[in-house]
T-cell receptor, first 118, second 115 residues
Framework: DAGVIQSPRHEVTEMGQEVTLRCKPISGHNSLFWYRQTMMRGLELLIYFNNNVPIDDSGMPEDRFSAKMPNASFSTLKIQPSEPRDSAVYFC????????????????FGPGTRLLVL | AQSVAQPEDQVNVAEGNPLTVKCTYSVSGNPYLFWYVQYPNRGLQFLLKYITGDNLVKGSYGFEAEFNKSQTSFHLKKPSALVSDSALYFCAVRDDGSSASKIIFGSGTRLSIRP
């Protein structure tokens, strides 16, 4: 399995531009998580989906951030308009119930997208 | 509500010495506990987890963690540290009494192993 795939790996943009981050979870996993990591705030959960449905978006900083999961194999996190304070590493992670071990989940993380907003 | 605390921002250990990275948790039900490691410019990697069973859990790279219910702790340990163990370590918890899937991560502890 290729693991969780994120693109792009690096993004540099100017303030006010729209940024779209992409994630492909591990095949068969039914939960997907978006995190943001900065030196100041550490690792923050932004939003997560179960079976493509957003369950908890209380971590999304403001209306400029939106996330979608149109199908089980793809999710996007969009920032519009972007601001310098959005500069961070954004991680996507997925979980799925191993066979015969209901309730036992481990999150698998992608390599992250390093975003710099100038 | 579930929470997890890592009281040390940084732990420094000499190579070959034992290491401990501390973690305490709070949940309303029974805890699912995890340790992850993050190397520079990489995503978090799963090390080990406790769900039920033996209190001593063995994981990747020679790490182990001890679940202590009375002290609500899940400290990460290794008998003999390697320089290559230097990284950022995260403890995480999920409340099995919660219908939510989310896991709460601690603030991280930077482990530095000196030669």
């Amino acid at each position: 399995d290729a693991g969780v795939i994120q693109s792009p790996r690096h993004e540099v943009t100017e303030m006010g531009q729209e940024v779209t981050l992409r994630c492909k979870p591990i095949s068969g996993h039914n939960s997907l998580f978006w995190y943001r990591q900065t030196m100041m705030r550490g690792l923050e959960l932004l939003i997560y989906f179960n079976n493509n449905v957003p369950i908890d978006d209380s971590g999304m900083p403001e209306d400029r951030f939106s996330a979608k999961m149109p199908n089980a194999s793809f999710s996007t996190l969009k920032i519009q308009p972007s601001e310098p304070r959005d500069s961070a590493v954004y991680f996507c992670a997925s979980t799925g119930l191993p066979r015969g071990l209901a309730g036992k989940e481990t999150q698998y993380f992608g390599p992250g997208t390093r975003l710099l907003v100038l | 509500a579930q929470s997890v605390a890592q009281p040390e921002d940084q732990v420094n250990v000499a190579e070959g010495n034992p290491l401990t990275v501390k973690c305490t948790y709070s949940v309303s039900g029974n805890p699912y506990l995890f340790w992850y490691v993050q190397y520079p410019n990489r995503g978090l990697q799963f090390l080990l987890k406790y769900i039920t069973g033996d209190n001593l859990v063995k994981g990747s790279y020679g790490f182990e963690a001890e679940f202590n219910k009375s002290q609500t702790s899940f400290h990460l340990k290794k008998p003999s540290a390697l320089v290559s163990d230097s990284a950022l370590y995260f403890c995480a918890v999920r409340d099995d009494g919660s219908s939510a899937s989310k896991i709460i991560f601690g603030s991280g502890t930077r482990l530095s192993i000196r030669p």
